[in-house]
């Protein structure tokens, strides 16, 4: 790794992006490096880019929460958290609920008891039952279809 000829604006390019400790800089050196022996490929910016695209997009990429997912549903659908966590089981509330389960089972990597949990203790059989309910709509519903894109826009810009 000593005699390797790495141009600045690469290294200027790694350091910019990848801020948090030297073991990370040295393993994205690697990558690039090993990336571009075994493609046999100059190393360049483009390069360095495509090789650490993964890496670099998830620093980007802000956590999706629970209460995230159901602040959204809630505000779009003018309801409060509260109802969400709550016993009643109108269709006014159940079926945002429902939205905001399949949302967190979606977009978030929580077990399904901890996404029950987050709606009021409800049991996992209920995220199941949310979760495939929601997706038979969006089989049928293109109205829906456009309110789940609606919101995972909305989620992903907040």
């Not at 290294?11 to 990336?35: D, T």
């Not at 629970?66 to 309801?79: C, G, K």
């Given at each position: 790794?000593?005699?390797l000829?790495?141009?600045n ?5 790694i350091?910019?992006?990848i801020q ?16 571009a ?6 190393i360049s ?12 997009s ?7 929460t629970v209460?995230?997912?159901q ?5 779009y659908?003018n309801l ?6 709550s ?9 945002p609920?429902?939205?905001?389960m399949?949302?967190a ?7 399904l ?5 987050e709606f009021g203790g409800?049991?996992h059989?209920?995220v ?22 609606e919101l995972?826009?909305?989620i992903?810009?907040k």
């Amino acid at each position: 790794m000593e005699n390797l000829q790495v141009p600045n604006e690469v290294m200027v390019y790694i350091a910019n992006k990848i801020q948090s400790n030297i073991r990370e800089l040295e393993g994205a050196l690697i990558r690039i490096v090993a990336f571009a022996s075994l493609s046999n490929k100059e190393i360049s910016v483009e390069l360095a880019t495509d090789v650490l695209k993964d890496i670099i997009s998830n620093k980007n990429n802000k956590q999706i929460t629970v209460e995230l997912i159901q602040d959204v549903v809630a505000s779009y659908y003018n309801l409060r958290i509260d109802d969400f966590k709550s016993k009643r089981r109108t269709k006014n509330v159940a079926y945002p609920r429902q939205i905001a389960m399949y949302l967190a089972r979606k977009l978030t990597d929580l077990s399904l008891p901890k996404i029950g949990e987050e709606f009021g203790g409800r049991d996992h059989t209920t995220v199941i039952h949310a979760y495939e309910k929601i997706s038979e709509d969006l089989e049928k519903d293109d109205a829906l279809k456009e309110t789940i894109d609606e919101l995972i826009k909305k989620i992903h810009q907040k």
